[in-house]
């Protein structure tokens, strides 16, 4: 089986929407509420990459039944084996279990039972203990989890059938952090747009055209592409430019460039591209960046002349911060704001676009009531201004949409290409 079982984040469907975007929906299967299956094999699967996807394993089987106990049992009788091909020393064993109907009791008793089991065979052992359903990602990382030695199963219900695979990479948590809260400029006051968002973001805008690729050299069965074509492919990015017309501090060409792209930012603000060279200077010397080009320059995004690009990929103008629900007029004045300028950006932008090159944009919408949320007017124009919205098999447009519970400005994520 050489299929792949990811976990998606915190907002699912937009993790999902990623996966389809960079992989094509034909890959692509929705398991439950927080998985999905993709019909390609880990090691051909660029994981640093996916920023709405929290933990990628490897399909080991598929079970015909739910009923844990019976999934108890199955462990039992493969535990010893599996345990037999893992190095020599202490071995490493942990289960989450997503979409049954289980306790962390009871995922931590059929822990300690496998445990047994596999201790009667001569291994050493170490469990670690469930205080949820799920462990989360520092103890999958902190314990060793994803290395030789380390074994965590991951459970998830299918319908009437349960997916179990083992964990091979999970995010880099350490690494989000400081592209987060490391950077040398931040500033609240134009937002602050995670890296896992941008990563998102960036996917949205690249579509499946490299995974394209990567299937060409995946045929006559081949599992994984060889290591020369994957460090190819990498190199090949450098040819690839992403423009972020609204850089603000450099979130997205911080991420772009990591993934190997060449990148253009330019912002109304002078100050912000300032700020993103320094930002940008700062990640050059952390991290292990290609030297792909990049182009920083002040620039209104209604009236800017860019040089050749491959795709955009921006947050745009998010207009007023609002804590509370804002009165009907103060709204539809802001609406009004950011729908011009958007507006405006669009027109620019259309010429200078070859045919089918794809956009990304997070633009804000508003949640009026719990779940209910007013759009931009230009969501339901983008035919007349001169592109086609690229509509997903799994997502509908109205789940495309990143906030939190409480939180009054969204950004919703406008797909597009230029006709």
């Not at 080991?60 to 009923?67: S, Y």
């Not at 010893?80 to 091909?85: H, L, V, W």
């Not at 633009?363 to 009026?368: D, G, H, L, M, T």
Request: net charge positive.
């Amino acid at each position: 089986m050489n299929d792949s079982l990811v976990i998606l984040g915190r907002q699912p469907r937009l993790g999902l929407a990623e996966l389809e975007s960079l992989y094509g929906s034909d890959n692509v299967v929705a398991v439950g509420g927080s998985a999905a299956v993709l019909h390609i094999a880990p090691c051909s699967i660029d994981f640093a990459r996916l920023g709405g996807a929290i933990r990628l394993c490897k399909m080991l089987t598929e079970l015909d039944t739910t009923n844990w106990k019976q999934i108890e049992r199955f462990l039992i009788q493969a535990s010893p084996s599996q345990a037999a091909k893992m190095p020599e020393g202490k071995m490493h064993l942990g289960f989450s279990a997503y979409d049954l109907s289980i306790s962390p009791q009871q995922l931590l008793a059929t822990g300690l039972t496998v445990k047994k089991v596999i201790q009667q065979t001569g291994r050493s052992v170490r469990l670690v203990p469930n205080k949820t359903t799920e462990l989360n990602t520092a103890q999958v990382i902190h314990n060793n989890l994803t290395k030789p030695n380390g074994w965590e199963l991951v459970f998830v219900r299918n319908g009437e059938k349960t997916l179990v695979a083992q964990t091979v990479f999970v995010q880099n948590i350490d690494s989000y952090a400081e592209r987060d809260f490391g950077r040398p400029k931040r500033d609240a006051r134009v937002g602050m747009l995670p890296p896992k968002l941008a990563q998102i973001i960036i996917n949205l805008a690249t579509g499946p055209s490299e995974f394209a690729a990567i299937k060409d050299k995946l045929s006559n069965d081949a599992i994984c592409m060889p290591p020369e074509d994957v460090q190819k492919m990498h190199s090949e990015r450098r040819n690839t430019t992403l423009l972020d017309p609204f850089c603000g501090t450099g979130v997205v060409l911080q991420e772009a460039l990591l993934m190997g792209y060449s990148v253009i930012g330019t912002d109304i603000e002078p100050r912000m591209i300032d700020y993103t060279r320094q930002n940008l200077e700062w990640l050059a010397a952390k991290y292990p960046v290609n030297a792909a080009p990049t182009d920083l320059a002040s620039g209104d995004a209604t009236a800017t002349q860019w040089p050749p690009v491959s795709m955009v990929a921006c947050e745009t103008y998010l207009g007023r911060p609002f804590t509370s629900t804002p009165k009907p007029e103060i709204l539809a004045q802001t609406m009004t704001d950011c729908n011009l300028i958007i507006k405006k950006f669009l027109r620019n932008i259309h010429g200078q676009l070859r045919p089918g090159a794809r956009l990304c944009l997070a633009i804000p919408a508003w949640q009026v009531k719990t779940g209910q949320f007013r759009h931009l007017p230009l969501v339901d124009q983008i035919t007349d201004l001169g592109y086609n919205q690229v509509r997903f098999e799994r997502i509908g447009d109205a789940e495309l949409l990143y906030y939190r519970p409480d939180q009054i400005v969204a950004r919703e994520l406008l797909i597009i290409t230029r006709k």
